[in-house]
């Protein structure tokens, strides 16, 4: 147990005195996220003030965020949210007791490598600097989704995923995430139904949530959405719009195979059904399937984006939709943040014209190639798809474990990993897997050290500990 004594200013009353020594103790790493502060007769008997004092001072530091109190447990320093996992979080009470293991690993969220290319994407950025007539570019612009050169480029640049596009087709977006709220903004209504996959990108929900859409889940098997299952829930629902991710299905990887694609297509066809397909992984297939905008082209909005393959924080995003839906987009795209950034435009369009942009997912999927690699020693049976090697491993974990099991487990043992939870759609049964992202650690030895950390748990199996309740 931390024996914290804390040096008091001259400050009155003393609780407030102890709550400023706390939070400049926990600023300055002298409290550590998840250590206990001493119980409170201790600390007044060290402090020589009443226990009345000190029980103000947690309660006012627990209400100002710093510490948690459990009761029977004792009093803990609060996580902060910025080292925080980024998903699948266990509740503060599993927090406090589990403690922050040293060298905390992240897995739980879906980011690329380190961009391979970073020096060349910035040699990109400073010509755009560099060129002459910067403060027009900088100017706001009137082509809200791209300039036709930019758009242009996008089009050629979707090429790589298998897609033919006419470049008034084009919209360009804050990254795919915004590409898939503006397709949902172009194509629905408030209380509209919409489907998607059961397990899914996490983000639909909360776009769905913003438009007040009501998402349905299709069951899916090994090669992702079943047709006879989305034919029965167009029947049942009457939805119009479906969000499908049928390259390398986030969370499950699954690849849907060209004829299941053209299966679906005609299904949404015969209930007149708006495909939004997104394809933001097809870049780690050396041959992607055929995309449904070549396949039902009026009714299909392909979304895609250079965040996986190039640097996320550019944050370029880009859609296709069909010509006769161009002007809702562009109006989605003007209400919900007027433009993306034109300037990004700019570097995107030399960064595919360059080739940099080409080079930089090669770089991505030989690094995602190695990762995988050395997760197979780690997780010999984990579930892979052929033909594509994603950038993060869907772990279907052995009897006993329970998913959220897991997650307590891994947290404990210094590893955050996405919960089965995370993704699903309504309340079916959703399998007990985890998704660890492999690309999120930093480099290679630090993905090992997690691996290695999460395959010792596996045979253990689930144990009774701090955290889990009493009776
Ligand atoms: C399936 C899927 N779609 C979209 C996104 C969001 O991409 P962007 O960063 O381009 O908004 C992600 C990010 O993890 C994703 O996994």
């Excluded at 400023?20 to 600023?27: E, H, K, L, T, V």
């Excluded at 959405?225 to 969000?243: G, H, I, S």
């Excluded at 491993?393 to 009897?399: C, M, N, V, Y």
Aim: charged letters at 25%; a neutral charge; proline letters at 8%.
């Amino acid at each position: 147990m931390t024996i914290w004594l804390p040096e008091l200013a001259e400050q009155r009353p003393i609780y407030k005195a102890i709550v400023s020594a706390m939070s400049r103790d926990i600023a300055e790493g002298r409290l550590g996220p998840g250590e206990r502060l001493p119980p409170q007769r201790e600390l007044a008997y060290q402090l020589g003030v009443t226990v009345g004092t000190v029980t103000r001072a947690y309660t006012e530091a627990e209400r100002q965020g710093l510490v948690i109190g459990e009761v029977g447990r004792g009093t803990f320093v609060k996580r902060s949210s910025a080292d925080a996992p980024l998903l699948a979080m266990p509740s503060e009470p599993q927090q406090a007791s589990a403690g922050r293991a040293q060298g905390f690993i992240d897995l739980s969220a879906n980011w690329p490598p380190e961009p391979p290319l970073a020096e060349e994407i910035g040699a990109v950025i400073q010509e755009e600097c560099n060129r002459p007539g910067l403060g027009a570019r900088l100017q706001y612009r009137r082509d809200l989704i791209g300039g036709e050169a930019t758009r242009r480029a996008v089009a050629s640049h979707l090429e790589t995923e298998g897609l033919s596009a006419d470049w008034r087709e084009i919209a360009l977006t804050n990254g795919a995430q915004h590409a898939i709220f503006v397709s949902l903004l172009a194509t629905t209504r408030p209380d509209d139904i919409v489907l998607c996959e059961e397990l899914t990108f996490f983000a639909i929900k909360s776009a769905a949530r913003s438009l007040s859409l009501r998402l349905r889940g299709v069951a899916m098997d090994k090669w992702g959405l079943r047709p006879d299952a989305l034919d029965a829930a167009c029947r049942a629902t009457q939805a119009k719009v479906l969000y499908s991710i049928p390259t390398l299905q986030n969370p499950t990887n699954r690849i849907m195979p060209t004829e299941r694609r053209r299966e679906i297509a005609e299904i949404c066809r015969r209930h007149d059904v708006t495909i939004i397909e997104d394809s933001i992984y097809a870049f780690l297939l050396d041959e992607p399937p055929c995309p449904y905008a070549n396949l039902a082209p009026e009714r299909s909005i392909h979304v895609s984006s250079l965040s996986k393959s190039v640097a996320p924080n550019l944050r370029l995003g880009f859609l296709r939709a069909p010509s006769h839906l161009m002007e809702a987009v562009t109006f989605a795209v003007r209400s919900s943040s007027y433009c993306s950034p034109p300037f990004t435009h700019d570097v995107g369009q030399r960064l595919i014209e360059s080739g940099v942009a080409a080079r930089s997912a090669k770089a991505m999927r030989e690094e995602a190639r190695h990762r995988q690699e050395q997760a197979r020693r780690y997780f010999p049976d984990a579930e892979r798809p052929s033909g594509g090697t994603p950038l993060h491993l869907w772990l279907e974990l052995p009897s006993p474990w329970r998913s959220g099991s897991f997650v307590h487990a891994a947290y404990r043992a210094g590893v955050g990993v996405a919960d089965a939870e995370v993704f699903a759609i309504g309340r079916e049964e959703v399998p007990h897997a985890v998704r660890i992202c492999l690309a999120a650690a930093r480099t290679r030895e630090e993905m090992q050290n997690a691996l290695g950390r999460l395959a010792a748990l596996l045979p253990r199996g689930p144990e009774a500990g701090p955290g889990l309740p009493l009776m």
